[in-house]
Structures are given as C-alpha cells and as structure tokens.
C-alpha cells in the first residue's frame, strides 16, 4: 500500500494521521507524498504529513526540503528560515543553488533583508552564474542603497 493509499485508508475510517503507520514508508516517499497531496490541494492533510515526517526523520534531506517549503506556502517565515537554516547544515558544502535562493527569498519575506544579502553572497561564492541568486543580490543592494542615510549629503 502506498502512502497516499494508507492515508485515504486512515482517512476513510476517521483515524486520525497516526505516525506509526507512517514510520515504514521511507523520507523519499513522504516527501512524493506531501508533493501529491500540494497537488491535489490538500492541504491540510500535506502539512500533517510533514508534521509527522518531520517527528519521525528531523535531520532528514528530503523532509527538511519539503517542510520548508510548505512553510513557505503558508507564509510561516520564521519556520521556513528555520527549517532551512536545518536543510543547509544537513547538505553541508554540497548545498544546491535552489536551497540558497529559497533562504534568501525567506529571509527577505521574515524581514532580514542584512542576513538575506549575507546568505547571497555566499551562494553567489559557490554559484557564480547563478541568475536567480544574482537577481536576489541586485534586489538587495538595491534595497540596502536605499537605505543608507546619505541622502543629501554632498562631499
């Protein structure tokens, strides 16, 4: 029986999301899972799941990068900046350029924009050609200009 299988079962018999019946499916799958039930827009039942997922493989690849990214969706920014803060020590100096562009667009959104530029600039060191990370970049010194208080200031 597959995951999505087991929680229309659990569903259909008014059981409630239930861990131990989802602690033999793998992270791989719980996150294909989640990603069928974003899909579908079921969304509840996908933030149950990363939930659980999260209770049962918290160090986990797979289920930090999807619980990020319902975080996300659901506009928690101080959780997404978390669970990517996770994410990026679980992927060490192997990191992907997609991981840096979604702190660097949490952190913008949980109003730190100075870590934002900061986490940038390192994904920048590490992807050079990296368009969407250069953009962000751009957007932010844009921002941190505007910022300074030299306006009017003549030398």
């Known amino acids: 029986m597959t995951l999505i299988q087991e929680l229309i079962h659990q569903a259909g018999t008014g ?3 239930n861990a131990q019946n989802i602690q033999r499916f793998s992270p791989a799958e719980i996150r294909e899972a989640i ?4 899909a579908t827009e079921q969304l509840d039942l996908a933030n149950a799941l990363g939930d659980a997922g999260m209770s049962l493989h918290p160090h986990s690849e797979d289920i930090l990068a999807i619980t990020s990214l319902l975080a996300m ?3 928690d920014w101080p959780l997404a ?3 990517l803060d996770d994410l990026m020590v679980v992927q ?13 667009r949490a952190l913008r959104c949980n109003l730190d924009p100075a870590r934002a530029l900061e986490i940038a600039c390192q994904g920048l060191a590490l992807y050079p050609q990296q368009l969407e990370l250069l953009a962000e970049k751009l957007s932010l010194d844009d921002f941190s200009d505007s910022m300074l208080p030299t306006a009017g200031l003549q030398h």
């Open 15 to 17: 059981s409630l999301l």
């Open 35 to 38: 990603q069928s039930l974003v």
């Open 73 to 75: 969706m659901n506009q």
């Open 81 to 83: 900046v978390e669970l």
């Open 92 to 104: 060490g100096d192997k990191t992907p350029p997609f991981t840096y562009v979604m702190m660097v």
